[in-house]
């Protein structure tokens, strides 16, 4: 098993930036594919960004292409979110998930998932 624990949300102004990171621990020698979800208040839980092992490999959901980044640092066994020109509607809790097979936007298909870090977006 892995344990996944997120970190960097915080209260921002609309345009800043923001790297969110995701630590995992446990069986960390394994090729875990990792993903950020969101989840505004109020509405579903939804796909962000997600990157393969090697992290030659990434996929964007469309309202945050060209703003974020998803990346890993395998030795410090970290995922980041690097968030440039953060918008309102960016304000969410954030959350790491991790899968040995899976990578894609289907939340379900992930099997480990950390506790969420909150993000707010002011105007």
């Known amino acids: 098993q892995v344990q996944l624990v997120e970190s960097g949300g915080g209260l921002v102004q609309a345009g800043d930036s923001l790297r969110l990171s995701c630590a995992a621990a446990?069986?960390?020698?394994?090729?875990?594919?990792m993903a950020w979800f969101r989840q505004a208040p109020g509405k579903e839980r939804e796909f962000v960004a997600a990157?393969?092992?090697?992290?030659?490999?990434?996929y964007y959901a469309d309202s945050v292409k060209g703003r974020f980044t998803i990346s890993r640092d395998n030795a410090k066994t970290t995922v980041y979110l690097q968030k440039n020109m953060l918008q309102p509607e960016d304000t969410a809790v954030y959350y790491c998930?991790?899968?040995?097979?899976?990578?894609?936007?289907?939340?379900?298909?992930?099997?480990?998932w950390g506790q969420g870090t909150k993000v707010t977006v002011s105007s």
């Open positions: 990157i393969n092992w090697s992290g030659d490999t990434t």
């Open positions: 998930a991790g899968d040995l097979r899976y990578l894609g936007a289907t939340l379900g298909r992930y099997g480990y």
């Open positions: 446990g069986r960390t020698r394994n090729s875990y594919k």
